[in-house]
């Protein structure tokens, strides 16, 4: 582990603040742009839950106090000059006041030919495919035909995953795999598993001693 940055040697402006953007810890969406003082940074890290500097109040605010969706910190980082930080969240509820879950949701811009994507993205579509239904749709049939059609689809994916593999054939492998991705993700939906709750146990599986896990999966 890397050695911790004294606060000290963090760069506060003329006003003494210093701005934190605030990411979310699963989707690794960009949430807020806040900023914190001495005072907030150093709440931020003895509660573990996000505490900023109202610049329009002039005032402490913590995040959550009243709307009830608190950002619990798993790590704060300053960048390279120490006059910026991003403070990495497991959040409650949506981040923005307006009820998104980022306040960045307005486009400015976006490239023809370049395209953002995310498992989190995904999962947004497939939703929306169980919710609308719209006709001629591959996944909306997926969903008609319900969960034994969607476990079917699984098992199958995952048998030409072990061929692909089994076969030394890189390619057909990745394809392989994102089809068995895909159908994952709907079986997901179907069963109400939400991205954040595999991200979840995936990190709480992270932090066990390898070596007491692997002896319980041998026995």
């Known amino acids: 582990m890397k050695k911790m ?13 210093i701005p ?14 806040a900023y ?15 505490c900023f500097w109202s610049r329009s ?20 980082t300053a960048d390279c000059d120490g006059d910026a930080l991003t403070v990495v969240v ?9 009820g998104e879950e980022s306040c960045f949701f307005q486009p400015v811009w976006q490239s023809e030919s370049l395209n953002e994507f995310s498992l989190q993205q995904l999962y947004g579509l497939l939703e929306g495919r169980k919710e609308e239904k719209p006709e001629g749709s591959y996944t909306t049939y997926l969903f008609e035909k319900g969960i034994d059609k969607i476990l079917k689809k699984v098992g199958e994916e995952s048998t030409e995953v072990i061929i692909a593999a089994k076969a030394d054939d890189r390619k057909e492998t990745v394809y392989e795999i ?6 994952v993700m709907v079986l997901m939906v179907q069963m109400g598993i939400s991205c954040e709750d ?3 146990e995936l990190a709480s599986r992270h ?5 007491v896990k692997q002896e319980k999966m041998t026995k």
């Open 90 to 98: 497991e959040k409650d509820g949506p981040a923005c006041h307006t």
């Open 178 to 183: 994102a089809d068995l991705a895909y159908h």
């Open 198 to 200: 595999v991200h979840r």
């Open 5 to 17: 940055l004294d606060i000290n040697q963090l760069k506060f402006d003329e006003k003494g603040l």
């Open 36 to 50: 914190m003082n001495k005072e907030s940074l150093e709440i931020s890290m003895k509660e573990e839950m996000t």
């Open 57 to 76: 109040r002039q005032e402490l605010w913590r995040k959550g106090e009243t709307s009830g969706n608190r950002q619990h910190i798993v790590s704060i």
């Open 20 to 33: 934190a953007v605030v990411v979310d810890a699963i989707t690794k969406q960009v949430l807020t742009v």
């Open 207 to 211: 932090i066990i001693d390898h070596k």
